[in-house]
């Protein structure tokens, strides 16, 4: 018998996803390939990570220059492109901030909630739906009960509220509250996007009641929805931050931005990290940026996502088409999501079925024109393919 990968990832590597559909060996802008030579268009770009696609020369350029130059030094020591990326984050905030760099996006709420802890008060409101990542205190603040019951007791103080009601979250919060805590889009739940006011209610409310408002952008920020951050879209601003995924453009970094005051919540010794604010890392940050600046691509992924709306949205199977940008949620008259998944692996396209009645798509923001159109064509094949 010959040994495959399978049977290889199998032997060697703890079963925490299950068993990959798929041993990926190369990668170019929104195509990646298989072992067997097969090419795939990559509509989920490493779950909202790739935002330049695969092998982005000025990514490839940055990473190549930086590690030749400096890699790895430690928070004993400061780095240029470190405090350039910092700057940078803070200039498109366009606030008064500090940022924490973390590697991920659940490391970046772990310092959110730590900074919260600093107010001296302990209750966090947090919506159902949600995902915050998996450690430990991320896990505090993730709804699913399947991911969060084997690892009880939790940090505790948690309160739910059901995502979008703001009367729900009025009657939640008062004075004992240390901060509200909302994805402006909910990525994980399946693309869920909250009423019009949602996020002026949770500004209003913490504001009144002197609590932080904590907005996760891990899966929504860095242009995924044609702006930098999807909460400007409702014209506020939050007291805390965090972004990862996108940030790197596939080299693991997270951030946490503290507006104001909140920037000083953390002091010497209250929080750490070894590779954290790495100048590889932060270098691929900077240039992922740049590049969205240079080729307009928040122009851009608004207008190619209008084209993936525009084309899904008139299949018998899809009652819906959410989000904003390049995050896509196709929701579907029949939990038929997996099937979905399925069929279009097998027909060449990746993307990712959030919940048994919605698909998500989050494909690289340099996605063109023509292979969006090709997307489109393949999903309602697809779905053609999985309808009764
Ligand atoms: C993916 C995600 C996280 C967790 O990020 P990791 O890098 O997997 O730790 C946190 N919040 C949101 C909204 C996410 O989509």
């Known amino acids: 018998m010959t040994t495959t990968w399978t049977n290889r990832y199998e032997g060697a590597v703890m079963n925490t996803f299950g068993t990959p559909a798929r041993l990926l060996v190369r990668g170019e802008g929104a ?4 072992d067997a030579g097969t090419r795939y268009l990559d509509l989920l770009a490493g779950i909202a990570v790739n935002a330049l696609g695969h092998g982005h020369p000025a990514i490839v350029e940055a990473v190549t220059r930086q590690l030749t130059t400096l890699g790895h030094t430690s928070n004993f020591f400061a780095t240029e492109p470190q405090i350039a990326l910092a700057e940078k984050l803070v200039g498109l905030v366009g606030q008064d901030a500090r940022v924490f760099f973390a590697n991920s996006g659940a490391e970046a709420n772990e310092a959110a909630f730590k900074i919260t ?10 919506a159902e739906g949600s995902f ?4 430990m205190g991320a896990l505090a603040l993730t709804s699913k009960e399947a991911y969060r019951a084997p690892f009880e007791p939790l940090p505790g103080d948690v309160t739910w509220v059901p995502y979008g009601d703001a009367a729900a979250l009025e009657a939640a919060v008062d004075d004992t509250v240390a901060a509200v805590l909302l994805e402006p889009i909910q990525g994980e739940a399946g693309v869920v996007v909250p009423p019009e006011g949602y996020l002026q209610a949770a500004r209003d409310l913490t504001t009144r009641h002197g609590a932080l408002l904590w907005i996760d952008e891990v899966q929504t920020g860095m242009g995924r929805t044609g702006d930098w951050f999807a909460y400007s879209a409702s014209g506020i601003v939050p007291d805390l931050m965090t972004l990862a ?9 997270g951030a946490c931005l503290a507006v104001g005051a909140a920037g000083s919540l953390l002091q010497p010794g209250n929080h750490g990290t070894t590779f954290g604010g790495n100048a590889v890392a932060t270098a691929a940050g900077l240039a992922v940026i740049a590049t969205i600046e240079r080729e307009d691509l928040l122009g851009h992924v608004t207008r190619v996502g209008d084209q993936l709306r ?14 904003r940008g390049l995050l896509v949620g196709i929701v579907l008259r029949e939990p038929v999501a997996a099937p979905a998944q399925k069929a279009a692996l097998a027909a060449g396209l ?10 998500r798509l989050a494909p690289p923001l340099i996605l063109s024109e023509d292979q969006a159109a090709d997307a489109v064509t393949g999903i309602r094949a697809v779905l053609d393919e999985v309808s009764a």
Do not use: F
């Not at 195509?31 to 298989?34: E, P």
């Not at 993307?351 to 919605?358: E, V």
């Open 31 to 34: 195509y990646v390939w298989d």
């Open 132 to 135: 915050h990542g998996r450690t």
């Open 350 to 359: 990746i993307l990712n079925n959030a919940t048994p009645d919605r698909l």
């Open 245 to 253: 995924k996108g940030l790197g453009g596939g080299i693991p970094i």
């Open 310 to 323: 525009r084309g899904l949205a008139d299949h018998p199977q899809v009652t819906d088409v959410t989000g």
């Open 117 to 126: 802890r600093r107010t001296g008060r302990t209750r966090i409101v947090v």
